[in-house]
């Protein structure tokens, strides 16, 4: 089994500030990593497919980048709506889901 | 507009049977495959299994498999996810959700999400 784990598992940030998440593979995935958000009582929403693909819909201040077994989800400049857990998925083997990032808003 | 309508909460007592629904409009339901996870309360995301409702082709999660049954009725745009003997550790938040992108392989991005069905086993 492919494990993923993100870093860190909990972040409280001011508005406007950069957040960084992290999602490594136990082993090469290549760019079959994709990123969700999770607001409370919510069903997840893709954000980033492929490693850096852009879902439809998504603001512009969220992107992703890696390859292999290092992945990042950057978001450029936090918003208080942008409250929630974030959970990258592998989907180059048998699919597996990080632990989840929680980003809370100071 | 594309989504999945699942079925509502469901409280049953250990060892009963369960069956859960998730219904697909707005896209050509037996091209996708759908899948289904499991969210423990508190708890992160766990892959559990996907079906391609054309073929009824079905793949399991190893820590699933025997567990739960995963199947589909193309004729009403349906899939479902069921229990022949529930355990009080089968609470949890069930989804369904859709492959990013029509056929392909058994492992994609989800794109389309329901909106979750709480199921609760308690004596």
């Known amino acids: 089994e492919i494990v993923l784990t993100q870093s860190p598992d909990f972040r409280s940030v001011t508005p406007k500030e950069k957040v960084t998440i992290t999602c490594r593979a136990s082993q090469s995935i290549g760019s079959s990593l994709h990123w969700y958000q999770q607001k409370p009582d919510q069903s997840p929403q893709l954000l980033i497919k492929y490693a850096s693909q852009s879902f439809s819909g998504v603001p512009s201040r969220f992107s992703g980048s890696g390859s292999g077994t290092d992945f990042t989800l950057t978001i450029s400049s936090l918003e208080a709506e942008d409250a929630a857990t974030y959970y990258c998925h592998q989907s180059s083997g048998l699919p597996t889901f990080g632990q989840g990032t929680t980003v809370e808003i100071k | 507009e594309v989504q999945l309508v699942q079925s509502g909460a469901e409280v049953k007592k250990p060892g009963e049977s369960l069956k859960i629904s998730c219904k697909g409009s707005?896209?050509?339901?037996?091209?996708?495959?759908i899948g289904w996870v499991r969210q423990m309360p508190g708890k992160g995301l766990e892959w559990m299994g996907v079906i391609y409702p054309g073929d009824s082709d079905t793949k399991y999660s190893p820590s699933f498999q025997g567990q739960v049954t995963i199947s589909a009725d193309k004729s009403i745009s349906t899939a479902y996810l069921q229990w022949s003997s529930l355990k009080a550790s089968d609470t949890a938040m069930y989804y369904c959700?859709?492959?990013?992108?029509?056929?392909?392989?058994?492992?994609?991005?989800?794109?389309?999400w329901g909106q979750g069905t709480m199921v609760t086993v308690s004596s």
């Open positions: 959700a859709r492959h990013v992108s029509s056929g392909g392989a058994d492992r994609n991005a989800f794109d389309i």
């Open positions: 707005g896209h050509i339901f037996t091209d996708y495959w």
